[in-house]
């Protein structure tokens, strides 16, 4: 179905970059997002496929509360499946490929799509967890991190959890203005650096101190944090 919908879209110049799949916590099946782009125009097409209650496959989101229960009606967090079962720090980021790449170099990936999804998504899985936060280098990464702290002390996962954050410094990183983990990896490259080599320099990149991700937090949140 994926496949079909790609090649509809070739004749208006959209090429297929991937399929990210969405499962619940046992590996079943709740939606995957398709994601297409204009190599000439930088349009990006992203659209969710699931299937209808007649085994159909559709170009919208499913019924979350039937297929995820434990969700309450909410979104699944990427690779979700692979989030409960392994106890390794949680690398969170700005959208899938970004997420994919983490893993390919052996972290455990994750994220809830983009900035303005995170009220969508089920993050009590997140509660006594260790998570590095990766936000992209411009002010939408920045709101998106205010949104996660946000969600996070609006579900108490802050004050019911052993939950320890850490946000990635990087204004440290020399990053272009919108940069990501895929610019850093893409200039490890250039330096010669092998997967095993970026993988240490990840785990030694500089963080924000507890200070400074307060600062950042809106008065609101604030005097919830305090209370």
Same mark, same amino acid.
């Given at each position: 179905?994926?496949?079909? +919908?790609?090649?509809?879209?070739?004749?208006?110049?959209?090429?297929?970059?991937?399929?990210? +799949?969405?499962?619940?916590?046992?590996?079943?099946?709740?939606?995957?997002?398709? &994601?297409?782009?204009?190599?000439?125009?930088?349009?990006?097409?992203? &659209?969710? +496929?699931?299937?209808?209650?007649?085994?159909?496959? /559709?170009?919208?989101?499913?019924?979350?509360? /039937?297929?995820?229960?434990?969700?309450?009606?909410?979104?699944?967090?990427?690779?979700?499946?692979?989030?409960?079962?392994?106890?390794?720090?949680?690398?969170?980021?700005?959208?899938?490929?970004?997420?994919?790449?983490?893993?390919?170099?052996?972290?455990?990936?994750?994220?809830?799509?983009?900035?303005?999804?995170?009220?969508?998504?089920?993050? /009590?899985?997140?509660?006594?967890?260790?998570?590095?936060?990766?936000?992209?280098?411009?002010?939408?990464?920045?709101?998106?991190?205010?949104?996660?702290?946000?969600?996070?002390?609006?579900?108490?996962?802050?004050?019911?959890?052993?939950?320890? +954050?850490?946000?990635?410094?990087?204004?440290?990183?020399?990053?272009?203005?919108?940069?990501?983990?895929?610019?850093?990896?893409?200039?490890?490259?250039?330096?010669?650096?092998?997967?095993?080599?970026?993988? /240490?320099?990840?785990?030694?990149?500089?963080?924000?101190?507890?200070?400074?991700?307060?600062?950042?937090?809106?008065?609101?949140?604030?005097?919830?944090?305090?209370?």
């Amino acid at each position: 179905y994926a496949k079909k +919908i790609a090649a509809s879209k070739q004749n208006q110049g959209f090429k297929f970059i991937d399929l990210h +799949i969405y499962t619940d916590e046992n590996g079943n099946f709740i939606y995957a997002k398709l &994601r297409l782009k204009n190599s000439e125009t930088g349009e990006k097409f992203i &659209r969710s +496929i699931s299937m209808d209650d007649n085994g159909n496959w /559709q170009m919208k989101e499913p019924n979350f509360s /039937q297929l995820y229960p434990e969700g309450k009606g909410l979104k699944p967090l990427y690779r979700l499946e692979k989030l409960a079962k392994n106890t390794n720090p949680i690398y969170f980021f700005e959208g899938e490929q970004k997420a994919d790449i983490a893993v390919k170099l052996g972290f455990n990936g994750t994220t809830t799509g983009g900035c303005g999804s995170l009220d969508s998504h089920y993050l /009590q899985l997140l509660s006594n967890k260790e998570i590095f936060f990766w936000i992209d280098n411009d002010e939408a990464g920045k709101k998106y991190l205010i949104s996660f702290l946000k969600a996070l002390v609006e579900n108490k996962i802050v004050d019911s959890s052993e939950i320890d +954050i850490k946000v990635i410094d990087v204004d440290q990183l020399d990053l272009p203005l919108k940069g990501d983990i895929v610019d850093y990896v893409e200039k490890c490259y250039v330096e010669g650096d092998d997967d095993l080599t970026i993988a /240490q320099k990840i785990k030694n990149l500089p963080t924000l101190t507890d200070e400074q991700v307060y600062d950042l937090l809106p008065n609101e949140i604030k005097k919830n944090i305090s209370q």
